[in-house]
């Protein structure tokens, strides 16, 4: 089964500061990859996504995440934060070849809190 | 805008009871989706379903059921509450799966947070 690893769970930054999130994951073939955002007291919402192409993906809100594939790996970066920013991160994998219904793995979370 | 709806944002519930959590989704989205939110766990599938009546188990089926008679309705049942249940749920629906409809984006309810006692 596959699986999908944040290595931070809780993050504190200053704003202004740059973002990086860890996320791996353990899925040898081909996969479909997700961040996704959760405010205080909202629900979660796509941040950004990557089915295929240019493995540098631009989300919502300044964010961009990069795979790389001999890594595993799928970091969500931003290189400014803003208070606003502050929310629970989370990312996701299904395998591209799944058709049944979007079966994604999630990570733990990790938890920004951005200082004003 | 999609809109997912869940009936309760708090239930409090005693162990043995049975558990409703409703949720309809707006977007006439053939997938539906019920995940359980807990601290440093991320969300895990409980149960999902691509069809009318059909369903299927996800990652922690065990304890609960669930039921989709309608397109727009999936329910989520624990039959029997435990205090292990505690925990908060979330639904979700997606367009079905496919090269041109299939954009993979969830989109989710604001979830149902249910304490057992």
């Known amino acids: 089964a596959q699986s999908v690893s944040q290595h931070n769970h809780h993050v504190i930054l200053s704003e202004a500061a740059s973002l990086e999130l860890g996320c791996n994951y353990s899925y040898g073939g081909t996969v479909n990859l997700f961040w996704y955002v959760q405010y205080p007291g909202q629900h979660l919402q796509l941040l950004l996504k990557y089915f295929s192409g240019d493995p540098l993906v631009k989300g919502i809100k300044g964010f961009e995440a990069e795979f790389i594939k001999s890594k595993f790996s799928f970091n969500l970066r931003k290189p400014s934060v803003q208070w606003s920013d502050t929310a629970e991160y989370f990312c996701a994998v299904n395998p591209s070849w799944h058709n049944a219904g979007n079966m994604l793995t999630f990570g733990g979370g990790t938890r920004l809190m951005v200082k004003p | 805008d999609v809109k997912v709806t869940q009936s309760s944002r708090y239930l409090v519930k005693r162990t043995g009871e049975k558990v409703f959590l409703e949720c309809v989704q707006d977007m006439d989205h053939e997938n539906m989706f019920w995940y359980r939110q807990d601290p440093g766990l991320g969300l895990r599938l409980i149960y999902f379903s691509y069809d009318v009546k059909m369903k299927e188990k996800g990652d922690i089926p065990e304890g609960y059921s669930v039921s989709r008679e309608k397109k727009e309705r999936f329910s989520l049942i624990l039959e029997s509450a435990s205090t292990n249940q505690t925990s908060m749920y979330l639904c979700?629906?997606?367009?079905?799966?496919?090269?041109?409809?299939?954009?993979?984006?969830?989109?989710f309810g604001e979830g149902s947070r249910l304490t057992v006692l």
């Open positions: 979700a629906s997606s367009l079905a799966s496919g090269i041109n409809l299939d954009t993979g984006e969830l989109f």
